[in-house]
């Protein structure tokens, strides 16, 4: 049994992110996906809550025919303690998947192997992209996301809040 762990803030999930589980399913027997920066909601970067999010992902993940798990990960102010942190909130995983640079950092000083999936796209596919466009009223980021992402973004007027978080405060 191969557990492999992937982790990301998905603010929000996209396809680039699908097509990265739909390689990893092909190396492992479950996924466990880490949602990182749980804490964190109503802000620019990070504008949907751990809950929101996971309802926007678990409907995606059951196309990929794994186990998969779902398990928020908050922040920790310390950086060197964050690997425990996380073994401490997941089942136990061989191997992390990840591109972010602090990420691949820690678990490699903690001796887990890291694998660094390809970008898929990513002038298009991208959290960051994807946000800007909301922001512009460009509705063609519903083409970069799993159907079940449109339609928790769409229940919870999320586009709306990014829009009201992100004006400034004029009082
Ligand atoms: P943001 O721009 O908000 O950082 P993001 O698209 O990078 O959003 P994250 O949640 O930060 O999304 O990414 C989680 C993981 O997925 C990271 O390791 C990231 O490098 C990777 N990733 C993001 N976009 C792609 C993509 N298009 N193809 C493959 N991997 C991707
Ligand atoms: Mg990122």
Redesign the pocket.
């Known amino acids: 049994m191969k557990r492999g762990l ?6 929000p999930y ?1 396809l ?2 699908q ?2 589980l739909q390689k990893i399913v092909e190396e492992v027997d479950e996924i466990v996906v880490g949602l ?1 920066s749980a804490q964190a909601s109503h802000t620019i ?1 990070n504008p949907f809550t751990a809950g929101e999010r996971i309802s926007m992902i678990w409907p995606a993940l059951k196309c990929l025919d794994v186990a998969c798990y779902v398990i928020p990960l908050e922040d920790m102010a310390r950086n060197a303690v964050w690997v425990s942190h996380v073994k401490a909130m997941t089942p136990k995983f061989e191997v992390v998947y ?3 640079p602090l ?1 691949v950092q820690l678990f490699a000083e903690a001796g887990v192997e890291v694998r660094r ?6 002038e298009v ?5 994807i ?1 800007r466009m909301m922001l512009a009223g460009d509705e063609n980021w519903k083409r970069l996301v799993p159907f079940s992402v449109v339609s928790v973004i769409e229940e919870i007027d999320g586009v709306e809040r990014l829009k009201n978080v992100s004006s400034g405060d004029e009082g």
């Open positions: 992937y982790i990301g803030r998905f603010q996209h680039g992110h097509a990265v990182g970067e990840s591109n972010n990420v999936p390809p970008m898929y796209r990513r596919y991208s959290g960051t992209a946000r």
